[in-house]
């Protein structure tokens, strides 16, 4: 079992900047990918950035080199850097893991999501 606790979220200013951080805990799991989708309301959930094991990362066409994603292996952690933020922005952002285990070759985990609002 992998716990996500995601933290970094609030309210922003448009043009302003934002740090999310996602810690994976829990034992018996190698991590494979990491990644961050956002949601915002009526809208479909979407990859903002996603970096594998060999920090290869991609983005979704809307960053348009506005985020960068980074992960400590050491820590478990995944982090995304968010500059020049949009009202558009706005939403919740999930972090995902996906994970290898004894039994399982892939298991996708999410965190409880963390408000971004972007607005003057």
């Known amino acids: 079992q992998v716990q996500l606790v995601e933290s970094g979220g609030g309210l922003v200013q448009p043009g302003g900047s934002l740090k999310l951080s996602c810690v994976a805990s829990g034992s018996g799991f190698n991590i494979n990918s990491m990644a961050w989708y956002r949601q915002a309301p009526g809208k479909r959930r979407e990859l903002v950035a996603r970096?594998?094991?060999?920090?290869?990362?991609n983005y979704g066409e809307f960053v348009k080199g506005r985020f960068t994603i980074s992960r400590d292996n050491a820590k478990n952690t995944v982090y995304l850097e968010m500059n020049s933020l949009r009202p558009e922005d706005t939403a919740v952002y999930y972090c995902n893991v996906g994970v290898t285990t004894r039994e399982d070759p892939w298991i996708d985990y999410w965190g409880q999501g963390t408000q971004v609002t972007v607005s003057s």
């Open positions: 970096i594998t094991t060999g920090s290869r990362t």
